[in-house]
């Protein structure tokens, strides 16, 4: 079983749609979670980080639920700027960052 | 601004012919750590350097190395490139996760390697 695992997508919505998705991790002594988007070819750029009380930064909204080991990414009145991959990280206990392949999110006009 | 820097962000390399991929950060990140990523699949931890001390993934196979003379620069070596080897070389930073700083990884703009 892989580490982090995340549904690939893609999620094609269009302008101003709302769009949520999940990652689980299987390790449940892991620590630390974030987001990070990552363009067609580009570095994954840190979106924001995942508290245990769930966090907001504008129309983005990231959740942890421990006891079912996930974390979600909720983007409201989406853009098409949005249009990424959006790659979820876990550290575990060894400190190490563990991605997931991402989730494509393609936004339409 | 401070930043994770990378050269060069394409190389083309021969299949067997060495190439080395470099990574310099004004940060002041104590660890620094190799990805590779390959087409639609996660970034894969190669190694990392917490200060001088070097970190191997028990899976990363002997022709890649790795280098790292000072805080700001750390090198990347690929002995022999293969055609497997053809991805996208992230480098990245971070205080040192277990002394209760931060744990947020910076990423460099990536190296893209094509082997012929």
């Known amino acids: 079983r892989k580490e982090v695992e995340q549904d690939p997508g893609p999620f094609n919505v269009p302008e101003g749609a709302t769009v949520a998705f999940n990652c689980t991790y299987s390790?449940?002594?892991?620590?630390?979670f974030f987001w990070y988007r990552q363009d067609c070819r580009k570095e994954p750029k840190l979106l924001m980080s995942v508290y245990s009380s769930g966090n907001e930064d504008g129309r983005f909204t990231a959740q942890l639920n421990r006891a079912s080991q996930y974390i979600s990414l909720l983007i409201r009145d989406s853009k098409l700027s949005d249009s990424a991959t959006y790659l979820c990280a876990v550290i575990g206990v060894d400190y190490k960052l563990s991605f997931g392949a991402g989730t494509t999110v393609t936004v339409r006009a | 601004d401070a930043m994770v820097i990378q050269n060069p962000r394409y190389q083309v390399t021969q299949f067997g012919k060495p190439v080395t991929l470099s990574c310099s950060q004004t940060?002041?990140?104590?660890?620094m750590y190799w990805y590779q990523q390959k087409s639609s699949q996660a970034p894969k931890l190669l190694f990392h350097y917490y200060d001088k001390d070097f970190n191997n993934e028990a899976d990363t196979p002997d022709n890649f190395q790795s280098r790292r003379p000072n805080t700001s620069f750390c090198f990347l070596d690929i002995r022999s490139p293969g055609l497997g080897d053809a991805a996208m070389y992230l480098c990245?930073?971070?205080?040192?996760?277990?002394?209760?700083?931060?744990?947020?990884?910076?990423f460099g703009p990536g190296t893209r390697l094509t082997v012929l």
């Open positions: 990245a930073t971070s205080f040192d996760p277990t002394s209760g700083s931060t744990d947020t990884q910076y």
């Open positions: 940060l002041n990140h104590n660890v």
């Open positions: 390790n449940s002594a892991s620590q630390s």
